[in-house]
Antibody
Framework: QLQLQESGPGLVKASETLSLTCTVSGDSIGNKGYYWAWVRQSPGKGLEWVGSVYSSGTTHYNPSLKSRLTLFVDTAKNKISLNVRSVTAADTGVYFCARPAESLRPLEWAPYGFDVWGHGTKVTVSS | SYELTQTPSVSVSPGQTARITCSGDALPKQYVYWYQKKPGQAPVLVMY???ERPSGIPERFSGSSSGTIATLTISGVQAEDEADYYC???????????FGTGTKVTV
């Protein structure tokens, strides 16, 4: 059974870089072409798509985060990683790793809904 | 930026029907997905591509989409259905994910 597990520091200082990892178990990232995604939820607010990364490394980013965001995959370690630079209090929240219900061929893109989610990891940006 | 608008809250008694709407200009051309979100838990996909119910989701959940409005219906609401519900679709420009503003369902 596919499982996703997010990990990373719970506390990050403002202006520094937030780094999170999603470890995938139960399947190999390189087996099929999925766009692995990060979704976050700020305190008291709704869900926000952060960005998605294909098993080959192709990325799609939320335009509001694009200038500060890097997503990458490590197929050897079966992990997806996220870096958000120059964080502010607005980056505080719970970050989820998720996988869409359908795979895609390389160079394809479609925002399919997510049927597998990690439990999420809480991040607080301190001043 | 593109927005999906949901009614902030819906209150229903057990056994009644809850209808949650999601409004967006791009919906005529985009699929809609629905998630149930309970505090401290990961979202759960309860409706796929407008009206397809994922495996394991109770039959009391149904979905529809017409024009610029998509609807998630919960028939015979149970206490365990109390949660926040989010629609998700995409804009027509970048075709990127967009989540709705969320609806709190109180049973």
């Amino acid at each position: 059974q596919l499982q996703l597990q997010e990990s990373g520091p719970g506390l990050v200082k403002a202006s520094e870089t937030l780094s999170l990892t999603c470890t995938v178990s139960g399947d190999s990232i390189g087996n099929k072409g999925y766009y692995w995604a990060w979704v976050r939820q700020s305190p008291g607010k709704g869900l926000e798509w952060v960005g998605s990364v294909y098993s080959s490394g192709t990325t799609h980013y939320n335009p509001s985060l694009k200038s500060r965001l890097t997503l990458f995959v490590d197929t050897a370690k079966n992990k997806i990683s996220l870096n958000v630079r120059s964080v502010t209090a607005a980056d505080t929240g719970v970050y989820f790793c998720a996988r869409p219900a359908e795979s895609l061929r390389p160079l394809e893109w479609a925002p399919y809904g997510f049927d597998v989610w990690g439990h999420g990891t809480k991040v607080t940006v301190s001043s | 930026s593109y927005e999906l608008t949901q009614t902030p809250s819906v209150s229903v008694s057990p056994g009644q029907t809850a209808r949650i709407t999601c409004s967006g200009d791009a919906l005529p051309k985009q699929y809609v997905y629905w998630y149930q979100k309970k505090p401290g838990q990961a979202p759960v996909l309860v409706m796929y591509k407008d009206d397809e119910r994922p495996s394991g989701i109770p039959e009391r959940f149904s979905g529809s989409s017409s024009g610029t409005i998509a609807t998630l219906t919960i028939s015979g609401v149970q206490a365990e259905d109390e949660a926040d519900y989010y629609c998700q679709s995409a804009d027509n420009t970048d075709n990127y994910y967009v989540f709705g503003t969320g609806t709190k369902v109180t049973v």
